[in-house]
């Protein structure tokens, strides 16, 4: 009888201990909280600490190599499956970014992802098949949560290969934005967007510090890189400290670098940064064109005393003279034909004349670069300024005449807005009248709503 006793505690405890280990229960979704790399590289966070995001992925695996592709498929995207448990669920694309399976967003089946951006605007589905050929791996990005009413949170995703054709992957959310994020939720397109994005990272460095801010602003992956958009950061001396798309060049000088158009940029850059922040712009290439050249309206504003930071956005010509500003100007030159040069230059010159429009005005310089018309600055018509530099040192008037021998063209250049009584970039149409002067006009860059994105 003792015996059978002590035979039944000891299955009692026995049982007690497998179920303490957990062997009789389903794994837990609860992933401890990982430590990424300030990289951002794939594969760079600490596997121990996220076993069960990784099980899970691994678990999905298992299954489609054992029950088939069609079999996986189907079970992956069935809402009530096996491999949806809380917010865990598995997401499967080929290597062309098309979604094969999603039990949150059927509707995203059959849909190639690989311009898609998440709410940071950043183009993750590149960067899951980076991580899948480089991995397995993990990739930050920004996604709604289905079990917060769709809320945008922070999300660490990790991918794994089935085959050469396919893989799979799931998340887990860490919950939402940094407060110094939400107002940057989106893709920048117009002037303002894009110096509130430069803020916000401001705001940010603020916050977390300059070795925390350089590490998140050289994160490729990271919420301040948004595809061909994102926060780079120089010190006053022209040196790199944040290139997410360019790592190669952090700790390189940029100060006597030009673009092809010959402008020292950088210096300019430094100039407004110094006098507290502004707009310019220049020639650069663009990461998502194959680093083709493209024009490039940025952003730049100082972070403290030792270095600033300042985000672009690429542009076409046809974005920055629009056919208003075209229309305004091709209107000008009709009247100077029809009317005669001295009747227009009269009518450019008055300031309650006809071609003072929304903001617009005419004005007119001879090629010897003798000012003909200047509504608002009187006092410098018939003035030669043909050697006079503008703020930044550049030979503005040159470049208008140069620009103007063409026939048509554009031209950047810094000059006092009337309106604000402030020194801004403005960007001119001009167009040449008769072979012995012309004329144009041009809008300067403020905080305004004009779609900027070429």
């Known amino acids: 009888m003792n015996r059978k006793i002590t035979i039944i505690i000891l299955i009692f405890i026995l049982t007690l201990l497998l179920v303490a280990a957990g062997c009789t229960q389903p794994a837990s979704t609860t992933i401890p909280a990982p430590v990424p790399a300030s990289s951002g590289k794939a594969g ?4 121990t600490t996220n076993e069960t995001l990784v099980a899970f992925v691994n678990e999905a695996v298992t299954y489609a190599r054992t029950h088939g592709k069609d079999a996986a498929l189907a079970e992956f995207s069935n809402p009530n499956g096996t491999f949806v448990r809380g917010e865990l669920y598995i997401y499967a694309y080929n290597f062309n970014s098309t979604t094969l399976a999603h039990p949150v967003s059927p509707e995203k089946i059959g849909v190639n992802r690989l311009t898609e951006r998440d709410a940071l605007g950043n183009l993750y589905a590149q960067g899951f098949i980076d991580a899948v050929n480089n991995g397995p ?3 930050w990005f920004y996604y709604k949560n289905p079990v917060h009413n769709n809320a945008i949170e922070k999300k660490l995703g990790y991918v794994a290969k089935v085959d050469d054709t396919w893989w799979l992957g799931s998340g887990v959310y860490y919950g939402p934005l940094d ?5 940057s939720v989106g893709t920048p397109s ?22 925390a801010a350089l ?25 790199a400290l944040a290139l997410a798309h360019q790592p190669q060049l952090v700790g390189t000088s940029f100060y006597n670098i030009k673009d092809s158009s010959g402008r020292y940029y950088t210096r300019t850059e430094i100039h407004l940064a110094q006098d507290g922040g502004g707009y310019l712009m220049y020639q650069y290439p663009d990461p998502a064109e194959n680093f083709t050249v493209r024009y490039k309206i940025s952003y730049v504003r100082p972070v403290d005393d030792t270095y600033w930071i300042g985000a672009g956005i690429y542009t076409r010509e046809d974005k920055l003279i629009d056919q208003e500003l ?20 009269a009518e450019f010159n008055n300031p ?30 018939g003035k030669n300024l043909f050697n006079e530099t503008d703020s930044m040192g550049t030979h503005h008037i040159q470049a208008i005449l140069n620009s103007a021998r063409n026939g048509t063209g ?20 001009v167009t040449d009248v008769d072979g012995t002067w012309v004329l144009g006009a041009g809008r300067y860059m403020e905080p305004g709503t004009v779609n900027l994105r070429g």
């Open 44 to 47: 760079a966070v600490n596997v």
């Open 137 to 139: 791996g993990y990739l």
């Open 179 to 183: 407060p110094s994020l939400a107002s």
């Open 190 to 211: 117009t002037s303002q967007e894009i110096k509130d994005f430069v803020d916000s990272a401001a705001a940010y460095a603020g916050k977390n510090g300059k070795d």
């Open 215 to 239: 590490a998140a602003f050289n994160n490729k992956s990271g919420p301040f890189t948004r595809g061909d958009l994102y926060i780079y950061a120089l010190d006053y001396t022209g040196n």
């Open 326 to 345: 075209r229309q305004f100007v091709a209107d000008a030159k009709t009247y100077a034909k029809t009317h005669g040069k001295e009747k227009a230059l």
């Open 352 to 381: 309650n004349g006809s071609f003072m429009r929304n903001g617009l005005y005419i004005f007119a310089d001879d090629y010897n670069g003798t000012v003909l018309a200047w509504p608002y600055r009187p006092d410098q018509v």
């Open 410 to 429: 554009m031209v950047e250049y810094y000059t006092e807005n009337p309106l604000t009584n402030t020194t801004r970039l403005k960007i001119s149409y």
